[in-house]
């Protein structure tokens, strides 16, 4: 089992930058990808990028260009930088390990809440 405790958010003004932290432990070996999911009140839980253990990215059409997920090389942290931040991007947003189908497979942490807000 992976354990995931997501860190980081806060609020912020519309153009501004956060950067989330997602520390990850237990059987981390296992792991193919990471990923960042963001969900707004009365939305769905939303994938708004991916990392494989390789560094290989992807990421949903409304945060490219303004989003970077990255990792370290010990497995234990994801990162998710977040620049030129709208207020749309107010979320709570979780991390999670990743399928090779790019589904979540962990159980959901409590998440971190980022409010883009003037």
């Known amino acids: 089992q992976v354990q995931l405790v997501e860190s980081g958010g806060g609020l912020v003004q519309p153009g501004g930058s956060l950067r989330l932290s997602c520390a990850v432990s237990?059987?981390?070996?296992?792991?193919?990808?990471m990923g960042w999911y963001r969900q707004a009140p009365g939305k769905q839980r939303e994938l708004v990028a991916g990392?494989?253990?390789?560094?290989?990215?992807n990421y949903a059409d409304s945060v490219k260009g303004r989003f970077t997920i990255s990792r370290d090389n010990a497995r234990t942290r994801v990162y998710l930088k977040m620049n030129s931040l709208k207020p749309e991007d107010t979320a709570v947003y979780y991390c999670?390990?990743?399928?090779?189908?790019?589904?979540?497979?962990?159980?959901w942490g409590q998440g971190t809440q980022v409010t883009v807000s003037s």
């Open positions: 990392i494989t253990w390789g560094g290989s990215t």
């Open positions: 999670n390990v990743l399928t090779t189908t790019w589904d979540p497979t962990a159980s």
């Open positions: 237990g059987s981390i070996f296992t792991i193919y990808a």
